[in-house]
């Protein structure tokens, strides 16, 4: 499965966040990928609305983690910080990855290994000829991720 949407706004961004929070079902894992700036935190700001979440959604790049309670709990991960993939042994990720949640990791290409087969990968990317604010969203699940 693919799919692929183009904003033209951080609102937009977020709104597409927001569809998708709405859809989420417990227990799954999203990877959020994309260069710095590009708009993961946007984007998991309007999934966690989407979620049901009313709470102020930063990006946890100091903490690793933060969660929030919502119809579901979200755990939004930025594991932009971490040197190596056994740093997250101290996280306990894998009760997160695993457990009745939903998972949201910024900067997962980082923890490639760490990440469970199934997750439903996003990636956000400019495109200079379309303008500063474009952004094209992929969303890919399953074997040809
Ligand atoms: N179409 C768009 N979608 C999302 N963000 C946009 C868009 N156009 C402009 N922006 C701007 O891009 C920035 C995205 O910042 P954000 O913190 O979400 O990035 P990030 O990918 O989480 O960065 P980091 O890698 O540092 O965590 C914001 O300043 C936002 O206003
Ligand atoms: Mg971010």
Not at 59 to 65: A, K, M, N
Not at 78 to 84: A, E, L, N, P, Q
Request: hydrophobic share 35%; net charge negative; proline share 3%.
């Amino acid at each position: 499965m693919k799919k692929v949407w183009e904003t033209f706004s951080p609102q937009e961004t977020e709104a597409i966040g927001e569809k998708m929070g709405q859809e989420a079902v417990s227990g799954q894992v999203y990877s959020l990928d994309g260069d710095l700036g590009v708009g993961k935190t946007v984007f998991s700001k309007g999934f966690a609305r989407g979620l049901g979440i009313t709470e102020h959604v930063t990006s946890p790049t100091f903490t690793i983690i933060n969660e929030y309670m919502g119809r579901i709990p979200l755990y939004h991960f930025d594991v932009y910080r971490i040197s190596c993939e056994e740093e997250m042994d101290d996280t306990g990720y894998e009760d997160y990855f695993y457990g009745e949640g939903i998972s949201l990791v910024e900067w997962a290409t980082l923890i490639p290994n760490l990440m469970p087969k199934d997750a439903i990968h996003i990636t956000i990317e400019k495109d200079f000829k379309k303008g500063d604010d474009y952004r094209r969203i992929t969303v890919c699940q399953g074997e040809n991720a």
